[in-house]
């Protein structure tokens, strides 16, 4: 299995533009999430869906911040407009209830820079 | 609040030395625990696990301890090696009411000197 994958690995944009970070979890997995780790606040959930239902979006820092799973093999997060602050490296992550563990499986993540 | 605290950013231990990553957490609610090793550049994996019906759990060369009555949790690496230079993260997991989120740490930076 290829494991999660996201693009781009790294973006760079100007303050005001929209981003769009794209996320192809593990195929089967039933939960995917989305993950924002900095300096300051470590990794915190942001959302996490589950059969692409959006169960918990209460980690999401405000409205312009929104994500997507229109179906079970692609997921969005997007920020319009962007801002210096929300630089960060943002993850995704895709598990299966009931596996051995029921842990998450991350993908490698994109770096975003808001200039 | 943070409800899991991982208080030291950093670690040095010699090659083949024990390493002792700790871990505290403040949710009672809080049943199942899990520690994530991570590279630069690439996302957390998945490392071992502890149910908090146990107060140990082995893989190998690591083994997690878990004290509920110290809300406090341990991951010991032995022998310590190049390899495992890494940063951990420790995450707790609240079961019940369907919720399969975890809440983690701000990682512990492991450097395995050779």
């Known amino acids: 299995d290829a494991g999660v994958i996201q693009s781009p690995r790294h973006e760079v944009t100007e303050m005001g533009q929209e981003v769009t970070l794209r996320c192809k979890p593990i195929?089967?997995?039933?939960?995917l999430f989305w993950y924002r780790q900095t300096m300051m606040r470590g990794l915190e959930l942001l959302i996490y869906?589950?059969?692409?239902?959006?169960?918990?979006d209460s980690g999401m820092p405000e409205d312009r911040f929104s994500a997507k799973m229109p179906n079970a093999s692609f997921s969005t997060l997007k920020i319009q407009p962007s801002e210096p602050r929300d630089s960060a490296v943002y993850f995704c992550?895709?598990?299966?209830?009931?596996?051995?563990?029921?842990?998450?499986?991350f993908g490698p993540g994109t770096r975003l820079t808001v200039l | 609040d943070q409800q899991v605290k991982q208080n030291s950013p950093s670690l040095s231990v010699q090659e083949g030395r024990i390493s002792i990553l700790n871990c505290d957490y403040t949710?009672?609610?809080?049943?199942?625990f899990l520690w994530y090793k991570k590279y630069p550049a690439e996302g957390p994996t998945f490392l071992i696990s502890?149910?908090?019906?146990?107060d140990k759990n082995e893989d190998g060369r690591f083994t997690v301890f878990l004290n509920k009555s110290a809300k406090h949790l341990s991951l010991h690496i032995v022998p310590s090696q190049p390899g495992d230079s890494a940063v951990y993260f420790c995450?707790?997991?609240?079961?019940?009411?369907?919720?399969?989120?975890?809440?983690f740490g701000k990682g512990t930076k492991l450097s395995v000197i050779p």
């Open positions: 992550a895709s598990s299966l209830v009931g596996d051995r563990t029921d842990t998450q499986y």
């Open positions: 195929s089967g997995h039933d939960y």
């Open positions: 869906f589950n059969n692409n239902v959006p169960i918990d």
């Open positions: 949710n009672s609610m809080f049943d199942y």
């Open positions: 502890i149910s908090s019906i146990k």
């Open positions: 995450a707790a997991r609240e079961l019940g009411a369907g919720s399969y989120q975890l809440t």
